[in-house]
């Protein structure tokens, strides 16, 4: 009786082993979670604390408790779970990169500046967008949604099964068309009116060639994305409901295909 209790404990120990793994990988690029704003400490035990309540009905997908097959099954779980946030932070860039539209039709990419939470280079709005969908996500639930998302692919991809590479190509092929679309789509409007600021501008300076243009352009497109910014700034609650919709569905679709590796 001893012995089969032990037995039992290290195979629930490898089971929170593995999906803690597979949790932790997942939680250090998924957005809001991956912003250096969440501590590691606090990742970790977020991690723990997922699958814990799940950890019992894995315990018999666990590999043997040998050197070789854990170690593998930890890189597996670690690229699973790294590719599940990966695709999580490439559905929610979306709205980052409708603010990066605005900044480079309306004049604001020269005063781009280091980001240290995200780590990358951007300017006003795209910084703007980004932080106001973060607040959003976490205010409307809809990181609950993606969490919920990331729990079921436990369900869809047990702990020894891996993911179809045919699948996350397909997936993220998708994701990457539907990025570009939906930073159209938010950006749009008012991309359209600096566009036709353009066209009026390039006519001043045929009927008027003494008017410096140039000059005059940057300012005129800062004012217009100033006033008229609120009215696409103003569709991002919607669009932040649709991108957490997006995302739990997609986490389940992309490893429900994932009997193994290809």
Same mark, same amino acid.
């Given at each position: 009786m001893q012995g089969l209790s032990t037995t039992v404990g290290l195979d629930l120990l490898l089971a929170v082993l593995l999906a803690s793994v597979r949790a932790v990988a997942f939680l250090m690029l998924a957005p809001p979670f991956a912003s250096r704003a969440v501590n590691g400490r606090v990742k970790a035990m977020l991690a723990l604390a997922l699958v814990l309540p799940v950890a019992g009905q894995l315990r018999g997908q666990v590999p043997a408790a040998e050197p070789a097959a854990l170690i593998g099954a930890i890189v597996q779980q670690v690229v699973v779970g790294a590719v599940l946030g990966a695709f999580c932070a490439?559905?929610?860039?979306? @709205?980052?990169?409708? +603010?990066? $539209? %605005?900044? #480079?039709? !309306?004049?604001?990419?020269l005063a781009s500046a280091y980001d240290p939470l995200n780590q990358t280079q951007s300017a006003i709005f795209g910084k703007l967008y980004n932080w106001t969908a973060t607040a959003l996500l @976490?205010?409307?639930? +809809?990181? $609950? %949604?993606? #969490?919920? !998302?990331?729990?079921?692919?436990?369900?869809?991809?047990?702990?020894?099964?891996?993911?179809?590479?045919?699948?996350?190509?397909?997936?993220?092929?998708t994701g990457i068309g539907q990025l570009m679309l939906s930073a159209l789509q938010i950006a749009a409007p008012l991309v359209a009116v600096l566009?036709?600021?353009?066209?009026g501008l390039g006519l001043l300076s045929r009927v008027a060639p003494a008017l410096n243009v140039f000059a005059m352009s940057f300012p005129l497109k800062i004012l217009i994305v100033l006033t008229l910014g609120g009215f696409a700034f103003a569709v991002l609650p919607e669009v932040v409901d649709d991108i957490a919709g997006t995302l739990r569905e997609t986490l389940v679709r992309l490893t429900g295909r994932g009997g193994g590796g290809e």
């Amino acid at each position: 009786m001893q012995g089969l209790s032990t037995t039992v404990g290290l195979d629930l120990l490898l089971a929170v082993l593995l999906a803690s793994v597979r949790a932790v990988a997942f939680l250090m690029l998924a957005p809001p979670f991956a912003s250096r704003a969440v501590n590691g400490r606090v990742k970790a035990m977020l991690a723990l604390a997922l699958v814990l309540p799940v950890a019992g009905q894995l315990r018999g997908q666990v590999p043997a408790a040998e050197p070789a097959a854990l170690i593998g099954a930890i890189v597996q779980q670690v690229v699973v779970g790294a590719v599940l946030g990966a695709f999580c932070a490439l559905v929610f860039a979306a @709205v980052q990169a409708a +603010g990066d $539209l %605005l900044d #480079l039709f !309306g004049g604001f990419q020269l005063a781009s500046a280091y980001d240290p939470l995200n780590q990358t280079q951007s300017a006003i709005f795209g910084k703007l967008y980004n932080w106001t969908a973060t607040a959003l996500l @976490v205010l409307s639930g +809809g990181h $609950l %949604l993606v #969490l919920q !998302g990331f729990l079921r692919t436990y369900e869809v991809l047990p702990l020894d099964a891996g993911l179809s590479f045919s699948t996350v190509a397909q997936v993220f092929t998708t994701g990457i068309g539907q990025l570009m679309l939906s930073a159209l789509q938010i950006a749009a409007p008012l991309v359209a009116v600096l566009f036709v600021a353009d066209i009026g501008l390039g006519l001043l300076s045929r009927v008027a060639p003494a008017l410096n243009v140039f000059a005059m352009s940057f300012p005129l497109k800062i004012l217009i994305v100033l006033t008229l910014g609120g009215f696409a700034f103003a569709v991002l609650p919607e669009v932040v409901d649709d991108i957490a919709g997006t995302l739990r569905e997609t986490l389940v679709r992309l490893t429900g295909r994932g009997g193994g590796g290809e």
